[in-house]
């Protein structure tokens, strides 16, 4: 078990420009999320996917943000066209069967800053 | 919306001593999880305990469901506990399924 996977650990990117993010779940895992975390604060939900139906999203995940997970194993978080606001880390997270989906484990996060 | 509540938001210790850390929630819960989230930003799970206690070397929890609190204790503290300190509560309702984070401990530990 290699625990949950982010890539790319740090992004910097230029206003405007679109930037895409993977995350690898533990394998046994159906239940994928996104957080959003900025500094001083916990991070904020932002969508989950159980299997590859992605099930729930946050008022947070403006129309420039888009997630998928096609095969029901690894997800991928799009924005397009960055905005200085979209500088966080970007934290994704997966849970399993045992203790009823209650329980998650994080990857090292994206750390996205926008210039 | 559930409310999660920590205190104290900062702490700084002395290495060798001991702390705990509260979590106030304000509704029943499925399930509380203790995160250290280390100076990379990587959250690492310390317990997953919707109720009771529970000990891992130098940590432990507490949590009493029932008065909507949990504790997470600290003994003889090192530089390396230094981070920030996250209680989080797993809403579970319909297709709402999520954690919701309090604002978190920031501790401190000198050498």
């Known amino acids: 078990d290699t625990g949950v996977s982010q890539d790319p650990r740090h992004k910097i990117t230029k206003r405007g420009q679109n930037v895409t993010f993977r995350c690898d779940p533990i394998s046994e895992h159906n239940r994928l999320y996104w957080y959003r975390q900025t500094l001083g604060q916990g991070p904020e939900f932002l969508t989950y996917?159980?299997?590859?139906?992605?099930?729930?999203k946050s008022r947070l995940l403006s129309d420039r943000f888009s997630a998928e997970r096609p095969k029901g194993s690894f997800s991928t978080l799009e924005i397009q066209r960055t905005e200085q606001g979209d500088s966080a880390m970007y934290l994704c997270?997966?849970?399993?069967?045992?203790?009823?989906?209650?329980?998650?484990?994080f990857g090292q996060g994206t750390r996205l800053t926008v210039v | 919306g559930i409310q999660v509540e920590q205190s104290p938001p900062d702490l700084i210790l002395q290495e060798g001593a001991n702390s705990t850390l509260r979590c106030n929630f304000s509704?029943?819960?499925?399930?509380l999880q203790w995160f250290h989230q280390n100076p990379w930003g990587q959250l690492i799970n310390l317990f997953y305990i919707p109720s009771g206690t529970k000990q891992n070397g130098r940590l432990s929890a507490t949590t009493v469901a029932t008065e909507r609190y949990s504790l997470l204790y600290i003994s003889s503290s090192q530089t390396t506990d230094s981070g920030v300190y996250f209680c989080a509560v797993f809403l579970n309702a319909g297709n709402n399924r999520k954690l919701i984070w309090g604002l978190g401990t920031s501790l401190a530990v000198n050498p």
């Open positions: 509704d029943s819960v499925n399930n």
């Open positions: 996917f159980q299997n590859e139906a992605q099930l729930e």
């Open positions: 997270a997966s849970s399993g069967r045992d203790r009823g989906h209650t329980e998650a484990f």
